[in-house]
Every structure is written in C-alpha cells, then in structure tokens.
C-alpha cells in the first residue's frame, strides 16, 4: 500500500504602484514582510514557511511593480533539500514599469540529490532600471557536505520592452560533482554568484568599478559589458568569501540601500 507524501506549496501576488501597496495576495507556504525602512527603496521580504524545498513543491510568485522604486530580498537562504520523482518548481513572473528594482534573494543552497526547477520570467520597459544579484551554493562546505548527484535547472528570460536583452539556462543531472571539480567548469568551486544590471541609474556607475579589488585567491569575479547591461560573474571555494566580495559590489552600487536581510 502506497503512501501519498504531502507537498508544499506557496503563491505570493504582489503589487506596488507609485510605490504603494496595491495589492497584496500570499497562500500556503509563500509569505511576505514589508519591513519599515529609511532607504530610498520599499523593502519587500519573501518567506517560505516550510523551511526549503523538496520533489513535488511547487511555487509561484508573481511580482508587478509600476512607477515605484522596490528592494526584494528573501529572509533567508532557500534550502533545496534531496528528493525523488517529479522535481519541485519555483516560477517566478516579474513586470516593472518605470520603476527602479532591486532583485537581491539570498543564496539557493543545493543539497545531494537535490531535485528542482526554477524559472524566472522578467519584463521591463525602457524607463526602469535593475540590479538583479543570484547566488547558487553547491552543498554547505562548512559542514563537509558535498553534492555528488541530483537535478537542478535554472532558466531566466529578461526582457526589455517585449524584446529578449539576456538568457541563462543552467542544467546538472546526474553526476553533478563532477562538472564542480573538473578544471573547466567550476575547478573545485562550490559557489557561484551573478550579477546582471541594466538601465542608466546603474550603468553609468560601472566606469569606475575596479573588479580587481574584490577578487582573492578564494573568489574569482569577471565583469562584461554589452547592449546596455553588465554582467558580473564570481565563483568562490565556499559561500562565505563569495558573499563577502558580492556584498562589497552591491555596496559600490547601491550604496547603504541594500537589505536588512543580508547582514543578519
């Protein structure tokens, strides 16, 4: 006699509009804290109440932010913990119009025989301007944990006034150590950062940006830029000296407005 295992799920509908709440939907797991501050940015924090993130969950958070300038981050790192059968799904749809939006979620942490999808679908217009910053951290190293096996997908779309400016598509099954330790991927670094910009408020801000001094014998970072947008690319041995550096960037261009979150 087989036994139904129960899932999680979550959803978060969540709209500012001139910086005012407009509307305001959150079921299941998925909640949200909007946290007074004295930034430039409404502050908006995702919480999954579940605790992380196992086959068969499935969330969705649809985000819409019109002519307001928003700072989105989540209380703390997302947990994507082993599983079998149908992956778990996080879909995230993001629309901003004349606004200035600040993506910034903790790190996703992949744990052996993770088994998940993650999509983000974003469109902006000419008039915003973004900073999104993704963190991904192949097991905790600090606790000799180690990710040899598993699924793990991750695709983004960002679109600039219905047209396509930037795609990522990342996709490990199976044998996940050994594109981690083979010298031309990853060469025995556990955590990845990216970092993508676009709109003027921000770009005009990387001309001075000397990427050489966030960079150790522990972190390496590359920075390009193209069409109105930067990449920044960092991979660390562990997420500690990764989040060290990715603060220090984010603190270049954002200046005292980046989350609570982030240094608690």
């Not at 004295?38 to 999954?48: A, K």
């Not at 932010?65 to 082993?82: C, G, M, P, W």
């Not at 000799?144 to 047209?163: A, C, H, M, P």
Request: with cysteine; charged share 25%.
């Amino acid at each position: 006699m087989s036994n139904l295992i129960q899932k999680s799920f979550g959803e978060i509908d969540i709209e500012f509009n001139k910086n005012s709440l407009s509307k305001f939907y959150q079921k299941g797991a998925s909640k949200a804290l909007l946290p007074n501050n004295y930034r430039e940015y409404e502050e908006l924090v995702l919480i999954n109440t579940s605790g992380g993130i196992t086959s068969g969950d499935e969330y969705l958070y649809k985000l819409n932010l019109i002519d307001s300038r928003v700072s989105i981050s989540t209380q703390a790192a997302e947990k994507i913990y082993s599983g079998l059968g149908k992956c778990a799904n996080l879909n995230i749809d993001i629309n901003i119009v004349k606004s200035d939006v600040l993506w910034l979620p903790q790190e996703i942490i992949l744990f052996n025989n993770c088994n998940f999808a993650r999509r983000i679908n974003l469109n902006l217009d000419i008039f915003s301007n973004l900073v999104m910053c993704e963190t991904t951290i192949f097991g905790r190293t600090s606790m000799q944990e180690t990710v040899e096996r598993g699924y793990f997908s991750d695709l983004w779309k960002i679109n600039l006034d219905e047209k396509i400016i930037h795609a990522e598509a990342i996709n490990f099954s199976g044998d996940i150590k050994e594109a981690l330790t083979n010298k031309t991927n990853l060469n025995d670094k556990y955590a990845v950062n990216t970092i993508l910009i676009t709109g003027k408020e921000f770009i005009n801000k990387a001309e001075l940006l000397d990427i050489n001094k966030y960079e150790n014998k522990n972190v390496k970072i590359a920075i390009s830029q193209w069409d109105n947008k930067i990449l920044i690319r960092s991979i660390g041995k562990n997420s500690y000296y990764l989040k060290f550096a990715i603060i220090k960037i984010l603190t270049y261009f954002l200046g005292d407005n980046l989350p609570n979150v982030w240094n608690s």
